[in-house]
């Protein structure tokens, strides 16, 4: 984003020049307009990583601008060329820069859709754990409330639900032997 604003500016002081400017001539190594669609909106999307990844990005020794470039098979002069010709043609640049809009837009609606699926798995996810830990809990009250079960002669308090569970079944089945 800082690079969108970064050109912005140029584009305001240059157009906004002096009249005895002429026009700048067209580069040799011009970058076409879809291209330059393409190394915009990547910019911009480095800007944006720089943002929140900051030291991440520092620590690894990435070099935002430079992967675009790189990527793009261009140096920084044939951009700054390139974008200086552009910002002279305002319709061409416009042009440019809805189209970066465009796919920024179409990139933030398809993210928000993931990010809304991701959220109601997490929730679902977490409700799951939440009954899981509610019935361990109950099954530790039960336990800690339980009374002494005599088999024979000997007294003992259950250590598990599975305890309480085989010593009902148990007295159930003496029940109905009786």
């Known amino acids: 984003m ?5 050109i912005l500016v140029l584009l305001l002081i240059v157009s906004c020049g002096g009249e005895g400017k002429k026009r700048v001539k067209k580069p040799d190594g011009l970058i076409k307009k879809d291209k330059m669609v393409d190394i915009i909106y990547d910019m ?13 990005m520092e620590q690894q020794g990435v070099h ?3 992967y675009v470039y790189e990527k793009h098979g261009i140096d920084s002069v044939q951009f700054a060329q390139s974008n200086e010709y552009y910002a002279f043609d305002l319709d061409a640049y416009e042009d ?5 809009k465009t796919k920024l837009e179409k990139d933030k609606e398809h993210y928000s859709v993931v990010v809304q699926i991701e959220d109601k ?7 799951e754990r939440r009954k899981t830990r509610d019935s361990l809990s109950e099954n530790q009250k039960l336990i800690k409330n339980s009374k002494p079960i005599k088999i024979g002669e ?12 085989t010593f009902d079944s148990l007295k159930k089945s003496r029940n109905r032997q009786n």
Not at 46 to 52: P, Q
Not at 96 to 100: F, G, L, P, S
Not at 154 to 165: E, F, G, L, W
């Open 121 to 127: 798995e997490r929730d679902s996810i977490n409700r």
């Open 2 to 6: 800082k690079h969108l604003a970064y």
């Open 44 to 56: 911009s999307l480095v800007s944006a990583a720089k943002g929140v990844n900051r030291k991440l």
């Open 64 to 66: 935002p601008d430079q």
């Open 154 to 165: 000997i007294k003992t308090k259950p250590q598990s639900i599975d305890q309480i569970k």
């Open 96 to 100: 440019i820069y809805k189209k970066v």
